[in-house]
């Protein structure tokens, strides 16, 4: 990582968390203008007796008028952290006092605004070395950061903002000085230079790049031999692709053993349904405890697609869960898909707790169970391998389903019967608690991800009803996002949309789109993800370099224009959109996309090989090159039939496309032949001889 070199040292020994005095938080009640946002995440600070406003030119041009210093304060709704200082800091009058008479404050919700975020995240980083949410910043009345950290207690906050305005007073020169040096580094991250070297993909050396990353698999539990752990979604999809292209059966058995493991672990709401963001230690037992979509958007199709590679009836299961706690918690009735649950909720006691919505004592388990409890305390393990804290459980798995017949010599049907029972007995006794809260703001991005979970769920098992909420979901995009120019907004939320969308929104949904079509053969998501394709051309590339920045070029300048290019728990919005790229290539013959793609990979494969894990998505399209990549047409009066068939395959070196009658598009033109329905294999722009037949016309090309 780059570093600069940061003169306000004082100024950082308060960036720890550590104060042995007990805090006193004097609160009472009041409204600031976040009263008029939209996000539950600023609407939470409302209340608060700090003036927050939120970001905007306004706010701006008043720290400009007043010559003051800005606080920029980002966070969002199921972060844990940030309700615990917004009530050790935030809702006290002398925190308040000290900020409202210093310094204009904004309160900004990281899911609305990514772009601002990752400027301020980049910041903190170059400061500290590390950064996360609470994401605390003091910034010049321009908006350019001098000083930051993470969560601070009161004391440490309070004398940190009294010596940076004493400094600000003083000496207002060495703040500038802090100002344009971390300009200069936040300019120089994330940028990405035109590769113009030749790269032989047939032959380059993936093999070298995955031993490399096997070095640190953690076998016993799967995923990453440390902690926390993070699902990484993209990084199993990746390597499951690999295992089988390759025909690795040790990094197959791996993979497995991780999608499982998750599957067992507390991360997973047995429950429910649902998946938690992370788990705090290394066997996937505790979480933290906020739901996010996009993790479950991803796992439900990850989950769909190993269940393809493997036929683990554990999958299927896994992405019933998903897919029913999806519709049933995080579902607008119009089709839009809400964003996270909260980790936090309020107890027994009336205190605000992460996890206590989730976790059971062992008497609590015991009372609504009843005479299954001997079964259940094994299969979720009620005992030393399942306690948490506090006498309470978090529950987990360690056994299959055969091992538990075994030991109790019941039959699969029975006990599938049981563990529907007590699902729905401890979904009626914790109904009754309070529920975490709702962050109800539908994001776009999100809701790609989700809507493309969908869609893969319905091509591997066929559940009309997933389709069904696909096409809604997709509908509901296309009637309140999309706007006439052509343009994606980011957030809807009470019937409004406000802010401008960024090249992850138009990534994820071409995804989804493109998918969607190959499930449907409904030819207007694959025009209309052409349509968005086209405007990312116009407003989001830099044909220097041929990447496409995260900003649209309409939007308010901010400290630096950057590209997202490194996968994280969410693929990087280059690399999805490369990806998409690829496909449209083919589906639509246009070559300037394939050229694109090509180049955009070819300028990170340098970093590829240094970083594997943050460029799976990266790989994945590497491996596009590398090997033969199919296309499957189908045409003919039963081509959705067939189709419907091919989706079981596990072929992610292939795209689909068809028509059931003649078509005018690339791939459909003059392969229609009246009476019949033909399924045609083309690589490299020639083609077997046409099937009738789907297993025979899959058999050479599956993996």
């Known amino acids: 990582m780059r570093t600069v070199k940061v003169t306000l040292v004082l100024l950082l020994t308060f960036a720890s968390c550590n104060s042995s005095k007990k805090d006193i938080v004097n609160t009472h009640q009041f409204k ?17 007796p700090v003036d927050w406003l939120a970001w905007n030119d306004v706010t701006f041009a008043t720290a400009k008028e007043k010559n003051k210093l800005i606080i920029i304060s980002i966070g969002y709704a199921a972060c844990h952290w940030c309700h615990v200082m917004e009530h050790e800091s935030f809702e006290d009058n002398a925190v308040a006092d000290v900020m409202n008479e210093n310094y204009i404050s904004i309160k900004v919700d990281r899911e609305e605004r990514p772009d601002v975020d990752q400027i301020y995240i980049n910041a903190v980083q170059l400061m500290t070395g590390s950064a996360g949410w609470p994401l605390n910043v003091v910034a010049l009345p321009d908006g350019r950061p001098v000083w930051g950290g993470t969560y601070f ?20 020169d060495k703040l500038i000085e802090n100002a344009n040096q971390l300009e200069a580094g936040i300019k120089s991250m994330d940028l990405v230079p035109l590769n113009t070297d030749k790269i032989d993909y047939p032959t380059f050396n993936t093999n070298q790049i995955v031993k490399k990353w096997s070095e640190s698999f953690d076998h016993k539990f799967g995923g990453l031999n440390r902690a926390p752990k993070f699902m990484m979604p993209s990084n199993y999809a990746f390597l499951l692709r690999y295992a089988k292209q390759e025909k690795d059966e040790h990094l197959m058995n ?19 349904g649902g998946f938690s963001r992370y788990s705090v230690d290394t066997k996937w037992h505790v979480p933290h405890f906020e739901k996010m979509l996009y993790d479950n958007g991803q796992l439900a199709s990850l989950y769909s697609d190993a269940y393809t590679a493997t036929k683990n009836p554990l999958y299927k299961e896994v992405v019933e869960g998903i897919l029913a706690f999806v519709a049933l918690e995080l579902t607008d009735k119009n089709g839009g898909f809400y964003s996270s649950l909260d980790a936090d909720s309020i107890d027994q006691n009336g205190n605000l707790n992460e996890g206590a919505y989730y976790i059971y004592s062992k008497e609590e388990i015991q009372t609504q169970i009843g005479d299954d409890f001997e079964i259940f305390k094994e299969y979720y393990n009620i005992n030393n391998y399942g306690i948490w804290e506090n006498n309470h459980y978090v529950l987990i798995r360690d056994k299959s389903d055969l091992e538990i017949l075994k030991n109790f010599n019941i039959s699969l049907k029975q006990l599938q019967e049981k563990k529907t029972k007590w699902k729905k007995i401890l979904l009626n006794f914790r109904s009754k608690r309070n529920k975490p809260r709702l962050d109800d703001k539908i994001l776009t991005s999100w809701n790609g991800l989700m809507l493309k979970g969908y869609v893969d769920a319905y091509k591997v098992f066929g559940n009309k009803d997933y389709l069904k909420i696909a096409l809604k979901n997709a509908n509901f995009i296309k009637d309140n996002v999309l706007q006439e120019d052509g343009a994606l907004f980011r ?18 949904v071409i995804d989804a789109y493109i998918s969607l079509y190959e499930a449907s053969l ?9 349509q968005l394709t086209e405007y990312t051309f116009k407003h989001f590339f830099d044909t220097k370099n041929q990447m496409f920045y995260y900003t649209n070029d309409k939007d308010p300048a901010l400290v630096s224009r950057n590209f997202e290019y490194r996968d994280n728990v969410i693929p990087a919005s280059n690399s999805i959109h490369a990806k998409n790229l690829f496909k449209l290539a083919h589906y639509i013959d246009n070559n300037k996309y394939n050229e694109v793609a090509r180049q955009m990979l070819a300028n990170v494969t340098p970093e590829i090989q240094q970083y594997p894990t943050g460029f799976s998505n990266w790989l994945d399209l590497l491996m596009n090159y590398k090997n033969s990549y199919y296309e499957v047409v189908v045409v003919g009066k039963n081509a959705k039939e067939k189709i419907k068939a091919i989706n079981t395959y596990y072929l992610p070196n292939a795209l689909l496309a068809g028509s059931i009658t003649e078509g005018n598009s690339p791939l459909i033109k003059e392969r229609y032949i009246d009476g019949k329905t033909m399924i045609y294999i083309c690589v490299n722009n020639a083609c077997k001889l046409p099937e009738t037949d789907v297993k025979k016309s899959i058999n050479p090309i599956k993996l």
């Open 522 to 530: 409904d030819e207007q998501w694959l025009q209309t993800a052409n």
């Open 32 to 48: 600031n203008l976040l009263v008029n946002e939209t996000s539950p995440y600023l609407l939470q600070h409302a209340n608060n």
């Open 491 to 508: 957030n809807h939320k009470n019937g409004k949309s406000n802010i401008n969308g960024y090249l992850e929104d138009y990534a994820t």
């Open 153 to 172: 207690k009161k004391r440490d906050w309070i004398s940190a903002l009294e010596q940076i305005q004493k400094i600000y007073v003083e000496d207002p």
């Open 254 to 272: 791996y993979v497995d053993n991780t999608l499982q493991k998750i599957a067992y672990g507390g991360i997973y709401d047995h429950i429910g």
